[in-house]
């Protein structure tokens, strides 16, 4: 089976722009969450989706939005760039999401610069 | 809300030596607490989970011990080779929901 994927892998921005990064989970897999990591804040949660709907919330800002596809795809979307929001993004599918009870795999994440 | 501290933040050992990382919670609804080994520029993966039902759980070299009742979970690594050098992130999903919180992650090195 092929793993998580995520595209792009890296990606260069400027302040003020907008961004969508793309994740396709495990072949399977329906719940998708999205994290950011960053030097000073480590892994912190974005969201959750599952089939479309969104289940969970991080504390993130409303210019942090996702949505899920019927094939379990999902994108992740940044408006208006600020600089601290260059981090690795992370996303991760499980089978069902059942609370907590599924492993998550992770991808290997975009690299978010902005300029 | 769900927090998880871990410590310590660098761990250096030589190899061969043991090393032992602690995390503290304080969502005792918790009830599944996986631990994640992120090597430089690379994804973080599982290497080993535990659930409160259990007290100990053992993969070859690597260990996880739960205390529910002091809210504290480690990973125990015995016999540490050069390849363990890495991040490790413990982690944990609140009762009922499908997000994990993260410790701040240690990191190891292993000297030769």
Not at chain 1, 1 to 4: I, L
Not at chain 2, 6 to 10: D, G, K, L, M, V
Not at chain 2, 65 to 70: D, I, R, V
């Given at each position: 089976?092929?793993?998580?994927t995520q595209?792009?892998?890296y990606?260069?921005?400027?302040?003020?722009?907008?961004?969508?990064?793309?994740?396709?989970?495990i072949s399977?897999?329906?719940?998708?969450?999205?994290?950011?990591?960053?030097?000073g804040?480590?892994?912190?949660?974005?969201?959750?989706?599952?089939?479309?709907t969104?289940?969970n919330?991080?504390?993130f800002p409303?210019?942090?939005?996702?949505?899920q596809?019927s094939?379990?795809?999902?994108?992740?979307?940044?408006?208006?760039l600020?600089?601290g929001?260059?981090a690795?993004y992370?996303c991760?599918?499980?089978?069902?999401?059942?609370?907590?009870e599924?492993?998550?795999f992770?991808?290997?994440?975009?690299?978010?610069?902005?300029? | 809300?769900?927090?998880?501290e871990?410590?310590?933040?660098?761990l250096?050992?030589?190899e061969?030596?043991s090393?032992?990382?602690k995390?503290t919670?304080?969502d005792?609804?918790s009830?599944y607490?996986p631990?994640y080994k992120?090597?430089?520029?690379?994804?973080?993966?599982l290497i080993?989970?535990?659930?409160?039902?259990?007290?100990?759980k053992?993969?070859?070299?690597?260990a996880v011990?739960?205390?529910?009742?002091?809210?504290h979970?480690s990973?125990h690594i015995?016999?540490?080779?050069?390849?363990d050098?890495?991040?490790?992130?413990?982690a944990?999903f609140?009762?009922?929901y499908?997000?994990?919180?993260?410790g701040a992650g240690?990191?190891?090195a292993?000297?030769?």
């Open positions: 089976k092929a793993g998580v595209t792009p892998r990606l260069i921005k400027t302040r003020g722009q907008q961004v969508t990064l793309s994740c396709s989970p399977g897999h329906r719940s998708v969450s999205w994290y950011q990591q960053t030097p804040q480590g892994l912190q949660f974005l969201f959750e989706y599952f089939s479309e969104q289940r919330k991080g504390n409303g210019r942090f939005s996702g949505r596809f094939n379990s795809r999902s994108e992740m979307n940044v408006s208006t600020e600089l929001d260059s690795l992370l991760a599918s499980s089978p069902t999401g059942t609370g907590g599924d492993e998550q992770f991808g290997p994440g975009t690299r978010l610069t902005v300029l | 809300g769900e927090n998880v871990q410590h310590p933040s660098t250096s050992v030589q061969g030596d090393a032992v990382i995390c919670y304080s005792s609804a009830n607490f631990w992120q090597e430089l520029g690379k994804r973080p993966q080993i989970d535990i659930r409160s039902n259990v007290g100990e053992k993969d070859q070299r690597i011990t739960l205390n529910k009742t002091a809210k979970f990973l015995t016999e540490t080779q050069p390849e050098s890495a991040v490790y992130f413990c944990l609140p009762r009922g499908n997000k994990l919180i993260f240690t990191r190891l292993v000297h030769p």
